[in-house]
């Protein structure tokens, strides 16, 4: 069965120059001023990765495309202490799992902290409701990345 979503894409209201997007790269949305934690956003969780940087001081990167993943840019995030990556999507086999592999394969350790859906049914719901009880939001990811610091 294929799902079509009702509503609007929100990740359309930051003004991007769309015309110009590199295939398979991804785009830095914001820089922090230390490499302690970057959020890899995929998908829709462009606005949820902002706001996570209201609350923390994060480096923002767009990633654009799942496949072919930006492999270049991953590579150098692996700086950073923690990186964060925020899907709607399952966490099984889903864009966070393909970043750990990428570190892996080039014999990367560092700290990975991956946000998405479980993979399992949720309860029906409205997708806030479902997000909150994912995990897939602002509070609950920011308080977790700061126990992951400390």
Not at 26 to 48: P, Q, W, Y
Not at 119 to 144: E, T, V, W
Request: hydrophobic share 35%.
């Amino acid at each position: 069965a294929i799902r079509y979503p009702r509503g609007e894409a929100k990740g359309d209201k930051f003004e991007k120059d769309k015309s110009c997007i590199d295939f398979g790269k991804s785009d830095l949305i914001k820089e922090a001023n230390s490499e302690e934690v970057v959020i890899l956003s995929f998908g829709s969780c462009l606005e949820l990765a902002l706001e996570i940087s209201n609350g923390i001081e994060a480096t923002i990167i767009d990633m654009n495309f799942v496949k072919p993943l930006d492999e270049k840019r991953i590579l150098q995030c692996s700086s950073y202490k923690i990186i964060v990556t925020l899907e709607e999507n399952s966490l099984k086999g889903g864009a966070g799992s393909s970043v750990n592999e990428v570190l892996t394969s080039n014999n990367i350790k560092t700290d990975i902290l991956s946000f998405g859906f479980p993979d399992q049914f949720l309860p029906h719901g409205d997708q806030d409701n479902q997000k909150l009880n994912a995990g897939l939001d602002k509070d609950q990811i920011i308080k977790k990345i700061k126990d992951r610091l400390n």
